[in-house]
């Protein structure tokens, strides 16, 4: 009993330090949003390694693997165009973000897992 309380404490504040770092203008979606963007011009970038996108990728998405210098060409020159980002499960799009952001893109959105995604996979 004592280590189930001493767990569930940990679990909440995990979770309360995950949402205060979590940049505020960042909005996370779910699968159906994102093809609905995707289908009205967003850009959707996967992040992970050359191999896992080749592995298997979200069609029409661009490859970018996290630690890629930004602004990379393959991005759209506006700015404040939607821009979708996701990867294996979720952190390293996080991540990704967190630089277009400081680059001043301001309309990013966090689809976060491929598994999101609702559809097939090239």
């Known amino acids: 009993m004592k280590y189930g309380f001493v767990l569930l404490a940990l679990i909440i ?8 770092m979590r940049p ?23 992040v992970r390694t050359q191999s896992e996108y080749k592995s298997g990728h979200i069609p029409g ?3 970018i693997p ?5 602004p990379d060409p393959k991005l759209p020159g506006k700015k404040d165009a939607p821009i ?3 990867c294996r499960s979720g952190s390293r799009a996080l991540a990704f973000e967190k630089a277009l952001l400081k680059e001043g893109y301001s309309n990013v959105y966090h689809l976060g897992s491929i598994g999101k995604w609702k ?4």
């Open 84 to 86: 979708i980002v996701y």
């Open 13 to 20: 504040i995990g979770y309360i330090v995950y949402k205060a």
């Open 119 to 122: 559809g097939d996979l090239k």
């Open 24 to 46: 505020k203008n960042i909005k996370s979606i779910d699968g159906d949003t994102a093809k609905a963007l995707y289908n009205s011009g967003a850009t959707i970038v996967d």
């Open 66 to 70: 996290v630690g890629s210098p930004i």
């Open 61 to 63: 998405s661009i490859n």
